[in-house]
């Protein structure tokens, strides 16, 4: 009875303890629901990797398709555009035997006389659009036997 009160010292005692035990089981509860909280961010952090590393992935995946996509379109028109580039600067008046364009190469076989042959690798070689790669002129020899076999003249091309 010492602190101006009038309450004995075993009632004091016993409130005293039982503030602690109350404030005990408080801080394990804290405890306990902060060990809850930690485990859910953890396991949440876990799963939002996760996600994250699928969705790059998927990403990555239609990149690739949209590349694949973008390539195969351009490889199919580059066949397109290098006919019109043959066309738009070398195909005028000359009669094909046959005509291969394949991507960026070009094969021709024809029947033409020597200088109308001469004119036309000129005329190729001033569009300055085509690389020749090969050149197979069957009018070079003016032999009788080269004559009577097939004449025609074979050129490869390339855009360059």
Same mark, same amino acid.
């Given at each position: 009875?010492?602190?101006?009160?009038?309450?004995?010292?075993?009632?004091?005692?016993?409130?005293?303890?039982?503030?602690?035990?109350?404030?005990?089981?408080?801080?394990?509860?804290?405890?306990?629901?902060?060990?809850?909280?930690?485990?859910?961010?953890?396991?949440?952090?876990?799963?939002?990797?996760?996600?994250?590393?699928?969705?790059?992935?998927?990403?990555?995946?239609?990149?690739?398709?949209?590349?694949?996509?973008?390539?195969?379109? &351009?490889? %199919?028109? $580059?066949?397109? +555009?290098?006919?019109? *580039? /043959?066309?738009?600067?070398?195909?005028?008046?000359?009669? @094909?035997? &046959?005509? %291969?364009? $394949?991507?960026? +190469?070009?094969?021709? *076989? /024809?029947?033409?006389?020597?200088?109308?042959?001469?004119? @036309?690798?000129?005329?190729?070689?001033?569009?300055?659009?085509?690389?020749?790669?090969?050149?197979?002129?069957?009018?070079?020899?003016?032999?009788?036997?080269?004559?009577?076999?097939?004449?025609?003249?074979?050129?490869?091309?390339?855009?360059?």
């Amino acid at each position: 009875m010492n602190c101006g009160r009038f309450l004995p010292n075993w009632y004091l005692e016993k409130i005293k303890i039982k503030k602690l035990k109350i404030l005990k089981i408080f801080i394990i509860m804290f405890f306990i629901v902060d060990l809850i909280l930690i485990d859910m961010i953890m396991i949440n952090r876990s799963k939002i990797n996760t996600i994250n590393d699928e969705t790059n992935e998927k990403i990555i995946l239609l990149k690739a398709n949209a590349d694949e996509k973008a390539k195969l379109h &351009s490889s %199919n028109t $580059e066949t397109l +555009n290098t006919f019109l *580039k /043959f066309e738009e600067d070398v195909y005028k008046n000359i009669d @094909f035997k &046959s005509l %291969n364009i $394949e991507k960026r +190469n070009i094969d021709i *076989k /024809f029947n033409i006389n020597p200088v109308d042959f001469a004119a @036309f690798i000129k005329k190729i070689e001033d569009a300055n659009k085509f690389n020749i790669t090969y050149v197979n002129d069957s009018h070079k020899d003016n032999s009788p036997s080269a004559r009577s076999d097939d004449n025609s003249s074979e050129i490869r091309l390339q855009l360059k």
